[in-house]
């Protein structure tokens, strides 16, 4: 798998998220093979290997991250290889979660009167050191591309220790280096310039997909830089259009949906050079049987109405 000279050098990136949460021997299973085997099946050209190591409340400084906490770097090397063999260019993506159950974009280190900058500073250490191991990672197995962070809310207004992570990283990996802000924070991250492509987790409901697309143009030309979905997609549930990000909604299972969703989405996002493409979501390490799709209500699209949308619109892009 070759480099790229430029982010606009990408062609169009058609892509799927694999294995979140990425918890410790999961990806060492027969059934994660199976399952990246399955995924290449479809019209992708990317895959984005993601994974979560853990903080225990919103509030602790420290991340704990390997075994037995996540996958293990031999278990994400062989994920990496499978996926170059079976023609795909790789994304890694680590990211932290909360065992607590708390959004990771609500990471919060407070005083009485204001923010608690010293543990911030340490929580970013921790961060950094993070980042920078799995930059080593992506660079020893060759991915083509690193993700910096995933949906840091809280975190981005501390855009020095945010600039001087992305240093870190790129002193270890010499590849396209992109962050991925929640939607809605695509105008308002400042530290854009410092990455390669921007990208965004775009779960805009159904019948707002027309109204940002100019904001997202916006932002792409201002930076100078490609855009893409680093997140998207759509659980399998009735009224899941209207908040496509929550994956506890609890409404009844609805195939079409799903379908709706991408419908709108494609019909709304342009063909125009800054906009570089979709890595959805998301794909399990343990795929269900195809006669079985009826009865998933989550955001993978195997064997479901919106998988015939997605071929139908990625397969009009030639590959890259």
Request: glycine share 8%.
């Amino acid at each position: 798998m070759g480099r790229f000279e430029s982010a606009f050098d990408l062609g169009f990136i058609r892509g799927m998220t694999f294995g979140f949460v990425g918890q410790h021997g999961t990806w060492a299973t027969d059934e994660a093979r199976a399952s990246m085997r399955a995924l290449a099946e479809q019209p992708f050209n990317w895959v984005t290997l993601a994974f979560a190591g853990l903080m225990e409340h919103p509030g602790d400084p420290a991340i704990a991250y390997g075994p037995p906490v996540t996958v293990s770097d031999d278990e994400i090397a062989s994920m990496v290889d499978l996926a170059h063999d079976l023609g795909l260019k790789v994304c890694l993506k680590p990211t932290v979660n909360c065992r607590d159950g708390t959004w990771r974009g609500e990471i919060r280190f407070e005083k009485e009167d204001g923010p608690d900058l010293e543990s911030w500073a340490t929580w970013f250490r921790s961060y950094t050191d993070m980042m920078a191991h799995y930059a080593r990672l992506a660079k020893r197995t060759g991915c083509e591309m690193f993700c910096v962070g995933c949906e840091m809310t809280t975190a981005e207004p501390h855009e020095g220790m945010w600039r001087e992570a992305i240093a870190r990283v790129r002193s270890e990996y010499d590849g396209l280096v992109t962050y991925n802000c929640n939607h809605g924070r695509e105008e308002h991250v400042r530290f854009w310039d410092a990455v390669d492509l921007i990208s965004s987790s775009a779960y805009y409901p159904i019948d707002r997909w027309r109204n940002r697309v100019p904001v997202l143009r916006e932002v792409a030309e201002a930076q100078g830089k490609p855009l893409f979905f680093m997140e998207v997609g759509c659980p399998s549930r009735s009224g899941s259009g209207a908040c496509p990000w929550d994956y506890r909604h609890p409404g009844a299972i609805d195939l079409d949906e799903q379908a709706r969703f991408y419908e709108a989405m494609f019909a709304a996002m342009p063909d125009e050079p800054w906009f570089k493409g979709y890595m959805l979501w998301e794909w399990p390490w343990k795929l269900y049987p195809r006669e079985a799709a009826s009865e998933d209500g989550s955001y993978c699209i195997y064997g479901k109405p919106a998988a015939a949308v997605v071929a139908r619109v990625f397969s009009a892009f030639a590959d890259a």
